[in-house]
């Protein structure tokens, strides 16, 4: 059974790195694109990041693009999300889930996707 985990959250300030891991299980998603979502108190979850498999292609939340990179090591297992110049807006529980699809089509609304890890705390504050 595919289970993903998420690590790497943390308390950082304003201006601070932060790498996120997620590590999958049970099932090979070498071929499968990955997902960061993540949900801050009293708002909806939402996509930040989608990464493929073909080409490595990835994607971006406007408000992200430029200070997140997403990366994957298919040898390892694992999808990762390094977040440079963090902001107290970035505040929230992140995600990795995946539709066992190759498209990041719509990677933007959590709707379908059915495999998600337990999610990692990140919380930017000075």
């Known amino acids: 059974q595919l289970q993903l985990a998420e690590s790497g959250g943390g308390l950082v300030q304003p201006g601070g790195s932060l790498r996120l891991s997620c590590a999958y299980s049970?099932?090979?998603?070498?071929?499968?694109?990955i997902v960061w979502f993540r949900q801050a108190p009293g708002k909806e979850r939402e996509g930040v990041s989608c990464?493929?498999?073909?080409?490595?292609?990835?994607y971006y939340k406007d408000s992200v693009k430029g200070r997140f990179t997403a990366s994957r090591d298919n040898a390892k297992d694992t999808v990762y999300l390094q977040m440079d110049s963090l902001k107290p807006e970035d505040t929230a529980v992140y995600y990795c889930?995946?539709?066992?699809?190759?498209?990041?089509?719509?990677?933007?609304?959590?709707?379908?996707?059915?495999?998600w890890g337990q999610g990692t705390q990140v919380t930017v504050s000075s």
């Open positions: 889930a995946t539709t066992l699809s190759g498209s990041c089509s719509g990677y933007g609304s959590p709707a379908g996707y059915r495999y």
């Open positions: 990464i493929r498999r073909n080409d490595h292609n990835t």
């Open positions: 049970g099932f090979t998603l070498d071929y499968y694109a």
